[in-house]
């Protein structure tokens, strides 16, 4: 059975699914806002979004579920996540390896799984923070929002019961490891393109070739040559 609940403001929908855990007999239990006050981010960063314009969503399922490693559990929730913004839109979404979404270079949702014990469970806590109709970021040049990026105007409430009923559907019925890896692939924003990184502070040139079952972004750089990356090794500029 799924379950979705809405609070009208929280710190982070990651923390609240939790307390929804302990009572509530479900394998789908959703949480939604459309004002989380202190959203957190991939790597201890912080993930702040304009009030009644945006969507915080967490599901949280049981890990025994899936015979996946962690690693390629995050690719398929960036790939189904991706997906359904594709299908949304009709426009051609991008990820940004680790699990960043992007839609035309700008980053529109930001994803923070997080592996949890609760009531004796293992559960994969899976976090999304949503840009939908804010129209203004300041000073953050990379970020961007579904109508900036497309000027589609998308209902909240109904945002939120499509991505609850698609992202349920889809863990239930998960491909092969190997069909996860190429898809994630065929996705990856950038692949295949002249792009500037930085490297413990030096820039250098690069083509991003794939990202592996590992977790680890291979890329073809100017002077070291293939090389593979963990997150927060190295930074992709543009």
């Known amino acids: 059975m799924d379950q979705l609940f809405y ?5 982070s929908t990651n923390d609240e699914v939790s307390k929804f855990l302990l009572y509530e007999n479900s394998d789908f239990i959703g949480v939604s806002t459309f004002n989380q006050t202190k959203g957190r981010g991939q790597y201890g960063n912080t993930w702040a979004a304009a009030a009644g314009k945006n969507v915080a969503y967490t599901l949280a399922v049981k890990a025994d579920r899936f015979l996946l490693s962690d690693f390629i559990f995050n690719y398929y929730t960036a790939v189904v996540i991706r997906d359904f913004l594709a299908n949304l839109t009709d426009n051609d979404v991008k990820i940004k390896w680790p ?3 992007i839609l035309k270079s700008k980053k529109i949702v930001g994803i923070l799984i997080e592996k949890k014990k609760i009531n004796q469970d293992n559960y994969y806590i899976i976090g999304a923070g949503f840009n939908v109709l ?3 970021f300041g000073e953050i040049s990379h970020a961007g929002s579904l109508l900036t990026q497309t ?12 991505l609850h009923e698609y992202l349920s559907e889809r863990l239930k019925k998960v491909p092969s490891e190997q069909d996860i890896i190429d898809r994630f ?6 692949k295949g393109e002249i792009s500037v990184f930085e490297i413990e502070k030096e820039r250098q040139n690069g083509i991003i070739k794939r990202a592996d079952e590992k977790g680890e972004l291979w890329i073809e750089l100017e002077k070291d040559g293939l090389r593979p990356f963990y997150h927060k090794q190295i930074k992709l500029l543009y």
């Open 99 to 101: 699990n960043d979404i």
């Open 151 to 162: 000027g589609q105007v998308f209902d909240l409430d109904d945002f939120v019961f499509k």
């Open 185 to 190: 692939n065929t996705n990856l924003y950038r």
């Open 7 to 11: 609070l009208k403001e929280c710190s």
């Open 134 to 136: 804010q129209d203004n």
